[in-house]
């Protein structure tokens, strides 16, 4: 069975404190996307990378940075949490060479509260 | 901007009757729709999908029905289930890098 594995499923960290958010896959896939997803707002893109050491700013990037050092593996990172981080952060994959064919494949999801 | 949003944020049915989840999109470039389930706790699943050279498509009690004249998805479910309880997002593929634009949610709550 195909996974998109998140470290973690619950995480307390101190603001201003520097937040590492892991996520890595099994499927060989090029695309690999962070969401967060907060009551009422939905799923908001922050950064996807389509490509090793690739990354794109989503809706969202201010406060993150991502790292891809290699195709399974993608980071998200809070230079500085904040207290307005405090959500649940989901990260995806697809591949490029099947299409579009059923969408993203989502991670469990981290829900992260900075205090 | 790009929108794909959903008309109510909450539905709350009988156990047996049908659901309907309504979504509209903005972006008439969009060529690929599909709707996800979210249990709580858990990552948004794959229900059910749709191109925009299709009206309807149909799967085990789910079909989706896709009118492009006014950018509106819906989400039809038959006998709903306690098992059905869970948001439900739709979400449309825009622009390259093979981004989803989602929607903000409808939480159903099935009522025995």
């Known amino acids: 069975d195909v996974k998109v594995t998140q470290s973690s499923r619950y995480l307390v960290k101190r603001t201003g404190e520097k937040v590492f958010l892991e996520c890595v896959q099994d499927?060989?896939?090029?695309?690999m996307f962070w969401y967060r997803q907060d009551p009422g707002l939905g799923l908001r893109l922050i950064y996807f990378s389509y490509d090793v050491k690739m990354k794109e700013k989503g809706d969202i990037p201010e406060g993150y940075s991502v790292s891809r050092e290699k195709k399974e593996r993608f980071s998200l990172i809070l230079e500085s949490a904040s207290t307005n981080q405090t959500s649940m952060y989901l990260c995806?994959?697809?591949?490029?060479?099947?299409?579009?064919?059923?969408?993203?494949?989502f991670g469990s999801g981290t829900r992260l509260t900075v205090v | 901007g790009e929108s794909v949003g959903l008309h109510l944020p909450t539905l709350s049915v009988q156990e047996g009757d049908n659901s309907i989840i309504n979504c509209a999109y903005s972006n008439s470039a969009s060529d690929y729709f599909i709707w996800y389930k979210q249990e709580s706790g858990k990552g948004p699943q794959f229900i059910i999908d749709?191109?925009?050279?299709?009206d309807k498509r149909q799967g085990q009690r789910v079909t989706v029905l896709l009118n492009k004249t006014v950018k509106h998805l819906s989400l039809q479910i038959a006998a709903t289930q306690p098992g059905d309880s869970a948001v439900y997002f739709c979400a449309g593929f825009s622009g390259g890098y093979n981004k989803l634009i989602f929607g903000a949610g409808t939480r159903l709550a099935v009522h025995p």
């Open positions: 499927m060989d896939h090029e695309n």
């Open positions: 995806a994959s697809i591949s490029t060479g099947t299409g579009r064919n059923y969408g993203y494949t």
């Open positions: 749709i191109r925009s050279n299709m």
